[in-house]
């Protein structure tokens, strides 16, 4: 069955500290995406990225990093120099599914809540 | 372009009664999908829209929810009779179709709170 585990429930740190927020994932699929979200206190969620299980490569935006990993089922994700603005929930989420199907529910994981103090 | 919307964005009602949820997704996304999240849990699928076709709905908890996406275009989410563990948030996402899973564009959510 597909699973996603966020083990840290909330973390807190002082703002410009660099920051890593885990996810492990389970899935029989060979084919499957995994996904961050972020929900800012006003409550929409924001997506931030999606990647196939075919690209490993690790992926810099910014002051935000991925670092995928499949031998170790993770998709963690980094801030560095953390600010208060990045105050949030962050969703760790995993889709499956051919390449020729449509559409495709999203397993969450609990989240992990976020705070940067100033 | 204009995001996913969700109307209302909060509704309180009594237990028995019956809400309406609307979402209207991006124009042009043929995918629609609802999720709830339960306060303190994770955020649950309910169902997934293709154009007007439901093409899962593993999700709904049961039969005293109900969805529609007629013509294709915004869907609808009632909950009739409601009860107190209908409490939670409603989101909505959208996607455009295309192969695999693609970014899923969520909206505000819709806070329901039955007493």
């Known amino acids: 069955a597909q699973k996603v585990t966020q083990a840290q429930t909330e973390i807190s740190v002082v703002e410009k500290e660099d920051v890593t927020l885990d996810c492990v994932y389970e899935t029989r699929d060979t084919t499957y995406y995994l996904f961050w979200y972020k929900q800012p206190p006003s409550g929409e969620l924001v997506f931030l990225i999606r990647?196939?299980?075919?690209?490993?490569q690790n992926e810099i935006s910014g002051r935000y990093s991925w670092n995928f990993q499949k031998s170790t089922s993770s998709f963690n994700f980094t801030i560095t120099a953390s600010q208060v603005v990045d105050s949030a929930v962050y969703f760790c989420?995993?889709?499956?599914?051919?390449?020729?199907?449509?559409?495709?529910?999203?397993?969450f994981g609990q989240g992990t809540e976020l705070s940067v103090k100033p | 372009e204009a995001g996913v919307t969700q109307f209302p964005s909060h509704s309180v009602i009594e237990k028995g009664q019956t809400v309406t949820l609307r979402c209207d997704p991006i124009?042009?996304?043929?995918?629609l999908y609802w999720y709830r999240r339960v306060m303190g849990k994770e955020i649950k699928f309910l169902l997934h829209f293709v154009k007007e076709s439901k093409q899962d709905e593993s999700g709904m908890p049961n039969n005293r929810f109900l969805a529609e996406r007629t013509g294709g275009t915004y869907s609808t989410l009632k909950v009739q009779p409601a009860e107190l563990e209908d409490s939670g948030v409603y989101f909505c996402a959208s996607s455009r179709i295309q192969g695999g899973v693609g970014e899923q564009y969520f909206g505000p959510g819709t806070r329901l709170t039955v007493t």
């Open positions: 990647r196939n299980s075919f690209d490993e």
């Open positions: 989420a995993l889709g499956w599914g051919l390449i020729y199907n449509q559409g495709g529910k999203l397993i």
């Open positions: 124009s042009g996304h043929d995918n």
